[in-house]
């Protein structure tokens, strides 16, 4: 009897088990798949990287041409050569009607009536050339910029990061133009009433557009660099030696402030008061440096003290790049980064040379585009060596 009814629990067990698997395999089957989550667009990729970063290296070799283009347009005085412009870029003359029509209006303005009016439609189509060329590559940097813009982000090339970037960089490409239309329609204004006057673009704004167009090429090299050298691993150093990176943002500051202080040089023809170095002419400080009243009109008006602003700021920038190679060479540092250290060295002394150079043979146009054309390649290197320093580290023992 015990047998039997143990035998039919058994039964029923199996019975019961086999019936809530059958039940479990029925609602398995009704679970709705769930996708695994995709990878996220906007996460840094190494390979989506480098393409980024060759494009910034690529738009910000473009500012550089354009900064090359801009100063020999200033040194052959063609900026004024164009009295219009317009967003999507003017019209270039196609036949000797239309040159003789910009010829016109060029007319009209102070530059012809004080200083070009013996130029022939000759002269004046190169002057107009040099400054076309100049817009027109302006704008090829707008679009060079705009259409990849557009297709990475549309394709998720860029993080959260970056595309702010990429607003900020837009934005000031935008900008830029507009500073430099600001900047001609100064030099097209009736202020120039006295006859000794010479119609020019005025100092402060070209300063400003000098200004913006350092700005945007470091910042495009800067992101370039980020993307396509992300930089060595955390570097231990001792206490002392951390005082290089300060040192390294300090030159990098310094080099663009003499920069810019090189376009109020540009700006007021300074480079042609004193053609002499060390001294400026008999003296080494000028009796004219304070000639202006008020006071501080001569640090932006007067050419003497504008120019020996710029001799000292050039001379500091040479110490503090020296100092830094100085202090580096016994310090443990990474390959890279003692060669960016190397090469603003060689820049420095080597753009010092052009400056003197320059100015003793008094401003010829090829060596005051190379002087130009080599304070943004200083700063190249001075965002390089801050680049490759900001991964150095003091870890205490």
Not at 25 to 43: D, F, G, Q
Request: aromatic share 12%; charged share 20%; hydrophobic share 45%.
């Amino acid at each position: 009897m015990w047998r039997l009814l143990s035998q039919r629990s058994k039964q029923l067990k199996v019975q019961f088990s086999s019936r809530r698997l059958q039940q479990a395999v029925v609602e398995t089957s009704h679970v709705k798949h769930i996708p695994s989550r995709p990878p996220a667009l906007n996460t840094s990729n190494p390979k989506t990287d480098r393409t980024v970063g060759k494009w910034f290296l690529g738009c910000g070799g473009m500012v550089f041409v354009a900064v090359g283009l801009g100063g020999v347009t200033r040194l052959t005085e063609s900026g004024l050569s164009m009295v219009t412009w317009k967003l999507m870029g003017e019209h270039k003359p196609r036949n000797q009607e239309e040159w003789i029509k910009e010829f016109e209006k060029y007319q009209q303005y102070p530059e012809f009536k004080m200083k070009n009016a013996h130029i022939t439609l000759e002269e004046f189509k190169f002057i107009y050339m040099m400054e076309y060329i100049h817009r027109m590559w302006g704008r090829a940097i707008g679009a060079f910029f705009l259409v990849p813009a557009a297709y990475f982000w549309k394709k998720g090339y860029f993080c959260a990061k970056t595309k702010k970037m990429v607003l900020v960089l837009g934005t000031l490409i935008g900008l830029q133009g507009l500073m430099g239309w600001y900047m001609v329609k100064s030099g097209l204004e009736n202020r120039f009433e006295n006859p000794n006057d010479v119609p020019r673009v005025s100092q402060y704004r070209l300063a400003s557009h000098l200004a913006a167009a350092f700005v945007l090429y470091s910042l495009f090299l800067s992101n370039a660099l980020t993307k396509l050298i992300p930089g060595d691993k955390v570097v231990a150093i001792g206490k002392r030696a951390l005082n290089i990176k300060s040192l390294s943002h300090l030159t990098k500051g310094m080099v663009f402030l003499t920069a810019i202080s090189g376009a109020f040089v540009a700006g007021l023809d300074a480079g042609l008061v004193y053609n002499s170095f060390p001294k400026m002419g008999d003296n080494w400080i000028p009796d004219d440096i304070l000639q202006f009243k008020p006071l501080h009109k001569n640090i932006t008006e007067n050419p003497t003290t504008v120019q020996f602003n710029h001799r000292i700021l050039g001379i500091s920038t040479v110490s503090l790049i020296s100092a830094l190679w100085i202090l580096t060479r016994r310090q443990q540092l990474p390959k890279r980064a003692r060669w960016a250290i190397n090469a603003a060295m060689v820049m420095a002394w080597t753009q010092a040379t052009l400056g003197v150079t320059t100015l003793l043979n008094y401003v010829p146009v090829p060596l005051a585009t190379a002087h130009q054309s080599g304070s943004l390649l200083l700063l190249s290197f001075a965002v390089w060596v801050s680049h490759e320093l900001r991964f150095l580290k003091y870890l205490p023992k």
